[in-house]
């Protein structure tokens, strides 16, 4: 399950922030928490990053828009389930660990941040006009996939989810 307050809203935010008139940002979960996490509004406004208007809500709150991209960052190690969504939009995967639930939440923040921007700017720079929709697939799940995205020297002790109400 995706809470929708902590990696997607950093990643809406980001691409919101980086990608000028070129990009517009969505995010959503499986089950949002109804708020954005405090950790993720802390480290966009300490990065200078918009924080006004962002909320926590659910993947099918978007009806019938059609994306042309769609990037989950949901966590697959954690088994959390990500979104699927019907239509045109081009699918690929940045799975990220919950900050939410790191015992050093505010590295975890950072890390997260830092994942985010540097994966968000690798995809700005992708020549998509000239790209075949599977090769934009094939480049933003690669893009993803970049190790050196996360730093592995700090790995993420993470404490257990609560069960579902």
């Given amino acids: 399950r995706t809470g929708n307050s902590c990696r997607s809203i950093i990643g809406e935010a980001l691409l919101n922030h980086m990608g000028g008139d070129r990009w517009e940002g969505h995010s959503a979960g499986s089950k949002p928490t109804g708020k954005v996490h ?42 959390e389930t990500c979104p699927y969504y019907v239509g045109r939009g081009l699918k690929g995967h940045w799975g990220l660990p919950d900050p939410a639930y790191a015992e050093k939440k505010d590295e975890a923040f950072q890390d997260t941040f830092a994942a985010l921007k540097k994966r968000i700017s690798d995809l700005l720079e992708l020549p998509l006009d000239k790209l075949t929709d599977k090769e934009v697939v094939k480049k933003v799940n690669d893009i993803g996939k970049q190790s050196d995205t996360f730093p592995p020297s700090r790995p993420l002790k993470m404490s257990p989810k609560p069960d579902p109400p």
């Fill in 38 to 79: 405090p950790g993720a509004l802390e480290i966009l406004a300490s990065k200078g990053v918009k924080v006004e208007g962002y909320k926590s809500k659910k993947w099918v709150s978007f009806g019938e828009i059609s994306f042309d991209l769609v990037i989950t960052v949901c966590d697959n190690a954690a088994a």
